[in-house]
């Protein structure tokens, strides 16, 4: 089965910082992604899908690329509400596997 | 609006077994596969097992396969998840989630997600 590496595991960043957040597949996914947001003590929430195609509702601050077995999320200005736990997913096909999380924290 | 409701947690014994629901509402549910995702406690995620829209197709995680049964009742808009053989290692948030796929077009990311169930096997 696809293993999927997230890293790091846990960032500190401040406010406005750019932040990005790396998820790799042990073999090729092509596009095949999601990343999700989880606040703390709620249910997670899609933002990205297609590696790179937000959400509708997901503020532009967020971003994806990648394709293949490299894949980034991006925050281009933190916010302090972004404080979350952040997992990708592959779905090519079965086992949809998530990564382990990051866990985004603000310095 | 979309909205999923499981129910059926709670503490069983390990080695018992839980049946967990998940009622739809909001959507055509005989119309959308349907995954259930676990979160132990303090952990990541963890993707469980996937029905299709129909029922004919299932697959499951290696770590529940012959333990875990997902089924589903169009007729009621309910999905289901047998779990038997139950082990501390099941202990988790059990969340059921629409898949974003519709009818034939099925196995891709989750839209919408429920409130979760918190299962807890302990003696």
């Known amino acids: 089965d696809i293993q999927m590496t997230q890293s790091p595991s846990s960032l500190s960043a401040s406010v406005g910082d750019r932040v990005t957040i790396t998820c790799r597949a042990s073999q090729g996914i092509s596009n095949y992604l999601a990343w999700y947001q989880q606040k703390p003590g709620k249910v997670p929430k899609l933002l990205i899908y297609s590696a790179s195609t937000l959400q509708s509702g997901v503020p532009s601050r967020f971003s994806g690329s990648g394709s293949g077995t490299d894949f980034t999320l991006t925050i281009s200005s933190l916010q302090p509400e972004d404080v979350s736990t952040y997992y990708c997913q592959k779905y090519n096909s079965a086992p949809y596997t998530f990564g382990q999380g990051t866990k985004l924290e603000i310095k | 609006q979309v909205q999923l409701m499981e129910s059926g947690g709670g503490v069983v014994q390990p080695g018992r077994s839980l049946r967990l629901s998940c009622a739809a509402s909001?959507?055509?549910?005989?119309?959308?596969?349907m995954h259930w995702v676990r979160q132990a406690p303090g952990k990541g995620l963890e993707w469980v097992a996937v029905i299709s829209y129909d029922g004919s197709d299932k697959y499951y995680a290696d770590s529940v396969k012959g333990r875990i049964t997902v089924s589903r009742d169009n007729s009621k808009s309910t999905l289901h998840l047998q779990m038997n053989s139950l082990r501390a290692g099941d202990t988790a948030v059990y969340y059921c989630?629409?898949?974003?796929?519709?009818?034939?077009?099925?196995?891709?990311?989750?839209?919408?997600w429920g409130q979760g169930t918190l299962v807890t096997v302990s003696s």
């Open positions: 989630a629409r898949d974003s796929g519709y009818e034939y077009i099925w196995g891709i990311y989750m839209d919408y």
């Open positions: 909001g959507f055509t549910f005989s119309s959308y596969a």
